[in-house]
């Protein structure tokens, strides 16, 4: 597509279910970027992809977190037992290369756990 | 570890003036400045960078400028416009040392009419 699609655009779950966020970056691009965005705050960086690789897992707040990505492509952001803390908007991103200052950003994909 | 903060959370600007929003950084080790905007319900989106290794770099409306003496950066505005009502945000891109962006807090810009 033209363009980082994010799916869900929208999950109210409730607490201590599981949850799987969706990102399909540009066609091409071989690396991709999840960030977490908390209301009214800046980007918290959760993890990067170099093809289905993920060389930098260090952002992930907790082990209830993983990603991975297949056919340097889609990408699955995961949380398990969500609680009440990881409600926030989850933005992907992709770039033509690896440590790009160019990204490019899906709309997000907003989380309310209840 | 890297910090990079914004002097004021939200800056209120006469439409038609010129807006200037600031950025402190920590980490003199970086490569790259860059500043994101982010409109709302939306992702952000690059306008700029710049080098390291420049002090000033000019873009379609927006200048940015790079202080390394007093760690500061700044993204200036010409002439606002409504459309400008946006979350701006500083990055750095610490290149080969890392692969990934680091995004500041985020300066809420708000014209007034």
């Known amino acids: 597509g033209a363009g980082v699609s994010q799916s869900p655009s929208n999950k109210v779950t409730e607490k201590g279910k599981d949850v799987e966020l969706r990102c399909d970056p540009i066609?091409?691009?071989?690396?991709l970027y999840w960030y977490r965005q908390r209301l009214g705050q800046g980007l918290e960086f959760l993890i990067y992809?170099?093809?289905?690789?993920?060389?930098?897992k260090s952002g992930l707040p907790s082990d209830r977190f993983s990603a991975e990505r297949t056919g340097e492509s889609v990408s699955t952001l995961t949380i398990q037992r969500t609680q009440q803390e990881d409600s926030a908007v989850y933005l992907c991103?992709?770039?033509?290369?690896?440590?790009?200052?160019?990204?490019?950003f899906g709309a997000g994909s907003r989380l309310t756990v209840l | 570890g890297e910090s990079v903060g914004l002097h004021l959370p939200t800056l209120s600007v006469q439409e038609g003036d010129n807006s200037i929003i600031n950025c402190a950084y920590s980490?003199?080790?970086?490569?790259?400045f860059i500043w994101y905007k982010q409109e709302s319900g939306k992702g952000p989106q690059f306008i700029i960078d710049?080098?390291?290794?420049?002090d000033k770099r000019q873009g379609q409306r927006v200048t940015v400028l790079l202080n390394k003496t007093v760690k500061h950066l700044s993204l200036q505005i010409a002439a606002t416009q409504p459309g400008d009502s946006a979350v701006y945000f500083c990055?750095?891109?610490?290149?080969?040392?890392?692969?990934?962006?680091?995004f500041g807090k985020g300066t809420r810009l708000h014209i007034l009419p």
């Open positions: 991103a992709s770039s033509l290369l690896i440590g790009a200052n160019v990204l490019t």
């Open positions: 066609s091409g691009h071989t690396a």
């Open positions: 980490n003199s080790a970086s490569d790259y």
């Open positions: 990055a750095v891109n610490w290149g080969d040392r890392d692969d990934k962006i680091i």
């Open positions: 992809f170099q093809g289905n690789s993920a060389p930098d």
């Open positions: 710049i080098r390291s290794n420049m």
